[in-house]
C-alpha cells in the first residue's frame, strides 16, 4: 500500500509494508525540485534514516530496475 501527498515544496510518496511476517517500517519518499529524499525509521537505534539522491542518481535507479546485471551510463538526447 502507499499514499501520496502533495505540500508546497515536495511531493510525499508513502510506501507501507503489507508484507509477510518481516514487515519493515514505512519508507517516506519526498521529491523536491534538486533532489528525492528517502526516509524510514531504524527500530533499533530509535533514529531516522534519510538518504539523499540527486535527480540523476533517481532516473539510474528507474533505469537499473528493468536492466540485466552489468554497467550502465544513461546518455541524455540533445534538445533540439
Known amino acids: 500500500m502507499f499514499t501520496i501527498e502533495h505540500e508546497f ?3 510525499l510518496v508513502t ?3 503489507e508484507g509477510g511476517s518481516h514487515l519493515q517500517e514505512d519508507v517516506a ?3 523536491f525540485e534538486d533532489c528525492v529524499t528517502i526516509e524510514q525509521h531504524d527500530p ?3 533514529r531516522l534514516q534519510r538518504v539523499s539522491l540527486s535527480i540523476q542518481q533517481v532516473r ?3 533505469a537499473a530496475l528493468n536492466l540485466p546485471e552489468g554497467s550502465y551510463r544513461l546518455e541524455r ?3 533540439r
Do not use: P, R
Request: hydrophobic residues 45%; without cysteine; proline residues 0%.
Open 9 to 11: 515544496d515536495s511531493t
Open 44 to 46: 533499533v537505534t530509535d
Open 77 to 79: 538526447k540533445a534538445s
Open 29 to 31: 519518499v519526498n521529491a
Open 60 to 62: 539510474d535507479l528507474a
Open 15 to 17: 510506501l507501507v509494508d
